[in-house]
Nanobody, 119 residues
Framework: QVQVVESGGGLVQAGGSLRLSCAAS????????MGWYRQAPGKQRELVAT???????TYADSVKGRFTISRINANNTVYLQMYSLKPEDTAVYYC?????????????WGQGTQVTVSS
């Protein structure tokens, strides 16, 4: 079994910053990629940023230049540093880990952490 746990959400004013953390643990052989997704009320879950085991990154257009994803492979940990936050960034942020457990590749999700940006 694999556990994914996020932390670091909260309430911040527009223009402020927050840092989210996520750690994966359990029966992990290796992690292919980790990433952050978000879901605002009444909207579908959307990709925010992903990072592979060789540090290749992908960002949603809406966060490019404001958010930075980073990863520590040895700790199976990923971070999302968010700057210049906007009210439209308000959402529940979910961490995803694409994990090899022996011969099976599966996606695991955290429980989510709320980010609220006030105007």
């Amino acid at each position: 079994q694999v556990q994914v746990v996020e932390s670091g959400g909260g309430l911040v004013q527009a223009g402020g910053s927050l840092r989210l953390s996520c750690a994966a643990s359990g029966s992990i052989f290796s992690i292919n990629a980790m990433g952050w997704y978000r879901q605002a009320p009444g909207k579908q879950r959307e990709l925010v940023a992903t990072i592979t085991s060789i540090a290749t990154t992908t960002y949603a257009d809406s966060v490019k230049g404001r958010f930075t994803i980073s990863r520590i492979n040895a700790n199976n940990t990923v971070y999302l540093q968010m700057y210049s936050l906007k009210p439209e960034d308000t959402a529940v942020y979910y961490c995803n880990a694409n994990v090899w457990t022996t011969t099976i590749l599966s996606d695991y999700w955290g429980q989510g952490t709320q980010v609220t940006v006030s105007s």
